[in-house]
């Protein structure tokens, strides 16, 4: 019997686990995966400000980084635009990263058990009963006062919670192929036939290799696109990335797929649920709880913040015997992020509607205020900088021209 269960060993799971046992709860985390952070599926790329927030020595950061990126080149079919950033985003070796994730929480007093799946949970005596079923066979329950959901983007906990999933995914493919671009800056490529919905990006970890990959949004793709199909195209087609991939030197390794989750219907997920006459409670965090950057996939950050968070709200509520408590956790997250994924969720709707002149405009307005751009921007933060240009004319007459598709789109992800 545990205070608090947390089901998976990404980032979110690793820090509520963590910032729980801290809080003097008793912690197990449970990671259906041998091995915590295999397979990887992420390009690696988190600001300054998450990996302070790890909470990680910079000793161990030093092993887990693989390259610092000052700046992005954003290309449109007919426009490139290139930003220099204020601040160093880094690239890192995401197993790495999560297992001294994992190593602090274990030091911290949270014990670690892998290759053991949840597949049910259920009301006990005592609270909750976890059902887990270990590699090799057999099963085990487990009982928790508190379950936290930090299992990813497919988000079991919350559907063996009945907790309504209101979010879109994006389906992802990328590679680390052989690259001959510059090794401090990101390159980005938008446009629709590109990745409809969303955008490619090529993350160099040194001189001559970089993850390249895309995300799509599937609504608003072809019925036959997928994203290995259009990242095939990208690599031997697109103009830009045809000059610097060099698919030739031993080609690639390292394909992932993925998905990543997007709040739809301009909601916040709901991610507190009391159970049991109150007498227990689910909470979810990260990817289950679709606490990621819509804007720019990036849930890294968000998940450390938010699973800090409900760790710390997870242990107070156990150790005060009152389950209300964990609804400070929504109210506490909801204050920090939720708007920042709102605002997102609408830009990334817009992105969705507008055909790729509009897209160039978007890029060349913010080219004439491109010193504001770089003094401004904030990759965890992008409205700081975004929500100004939205106030313009030429944002609002782009707005106007693509404002029935818009509401419509809209209209279909409230009804979802
Ligand atoms: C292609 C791609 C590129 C990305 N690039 C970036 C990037 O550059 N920067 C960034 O910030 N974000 C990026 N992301 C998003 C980022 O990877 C996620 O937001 C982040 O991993 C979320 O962390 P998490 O701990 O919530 O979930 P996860 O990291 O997905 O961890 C969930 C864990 O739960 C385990 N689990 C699942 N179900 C069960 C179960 N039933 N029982 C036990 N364990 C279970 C899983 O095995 C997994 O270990 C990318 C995503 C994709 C797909």
Same mark, same amino acid.
Do not use: M
């Given at each position: 019997m545990y205070?608090?269960?947390?089901?998976?060993?990404?980032?979110?799971?690793?820090?509520?686990?963590?910032?729980?046992?801290?809080?003097?709860?008793?912690?197990?985390?449970?990671?259906?995966?041998?091995?915590?952070?295999?397979?990887?599926?992420?390009?690696?790329?988190?600001?300054?400000?998450?990996?302070?927030?790890?909470?990680?020595?910079?000793?161990?950061?030093? *092993?887990?980084?693989?390259?610092? +990126?000052? @700046?992005?080149?954003?290309?449109?079919?007919? =426009?490139?635009?290139?930003?220099?950033? #204020?601040?160093?985003?880094?690239?890192?070796?995401?197993?790495?990263?999560?297992k001294a994730l994992a190593e602090d929480a274990r030091n911290s007093g949270a014990e670690i058990i892998t290759g053991c799946r949840v597949v049910g949970i259920r009301h006990s005596s005592w609270g909750l009963s976890v059902e887990a079923v270990k590699a090799g066979g057999g099963r085990e329950e487990i009982g928790a006062k508190v379950v936290i959901g930090a299992d990813g983007v497919r988000?079991?906990?919350?559907?063996?919670?009945?907790?309504?999933?209101?979010?879109? *995914?994006?389906?992802?493919?990328? +590679?680390? @192929?052989?690259?001959?671009?510059?090794?401090? =800056?990101?390159?980005?490529?938008?446009? #629709?036939?590109?990745?409809?919905?969303?955008?490619?990006?090529?993350?160099?970890?040194?001189?001559?290799?970089?993850?390249?990959?895309?995300?799509m949004d599937d609504k608003f793709s072809s019925p036959h696109s997928t994203p290995v199909r259009l990242l095939t195209r990208l690599l031997s087609s697109e103009p830009h990335m045809v000059k610097r991939y060099r698919g030739s030197c031993s080609s690639h390794h390292g394909y992932t797929g993925g998905a990543i989750p997007i709040a739809a219907g301009l909601k916040l997920q709901k991610t507190v649920k009391l159970m049991h006459g109150n007498t227990s409670g689910i909470l979810l965090v990260g990817d289950a709880a679709a606490q990621v950057k819509p804007i720019t996939g990036g849930g890294v950050y968000y998940g450390l913040r938010s699973g800090k968070i409900a760790g710390e709200v997870a242990a107070k509520a156990v150790s005060a015997g009152d389950m209300h408590m964990l609804k400070d956790y929504e109210r506490r997250w909801h204050k920090e992020i939720g708007k920042e994924i709102i605002f997102g969720a609408w830009v990334h709707r817009l992105r969705c509607v507008l055909d790729d002149g509009d897209l160039e405009r978007i890029l060349r307005a913010l080219g004439r205020e491109r010193r504001r751009v770089e003094e401004g921007g904030d990759m965890d933060y992008p409205s700081r900088i975004l929500v100004g240009f939205i106030k313009k004319p030429e944002f609002i007459i782009l707005g106007m021209k693509n404002i029935t598709r818009y509401i419509w789109q809209l209209w279909i992800d409230k009804l979802e």
């Open positions: 205070d608090v269960v947390v089901v998976g060993a990404g980032p979110s799971g690793c820090i509520a686990a963590k910032h729980a046992a801290e809080g003097g709860a008793s912690t197990l985390v449970i990671e259906k995966d041998r091995e915590v952070g295999i397979p990887v599926r992420c390009a690696g790329l988190i600001s300054r400000r998450a990996i302070e927030e790890s909470e990680l020595r910079e000793r161990e950061v030093k *092993l887990f980084t693989v390259n610092r +990126i000052k @700046g992005a080149v954003i290309h449109s079919p007919g =426009y490139d635009l290139r930003i220099e950033a #204020r601040e160093h985003a880094y690239v890192i070796k995401r197993d790495c990263f999560d988000a079991g906990v919350a559907r063996l919670a009945g907790i309504k999933l209101t979010r879109n *995914l994006l389906s992802c493919a990328q +590679i680390e @192929g052989c690259y001959d671009g510059e090794s401090a =800056y990101a390159e980005i490529f938008a446009g #629709r036939r590109i990745a409809p919905g969303f955008f490619a990006w090529a993350i160099p970890l040194n001189d001559h290799t970089a993850r390249i990959g895309l995300c």
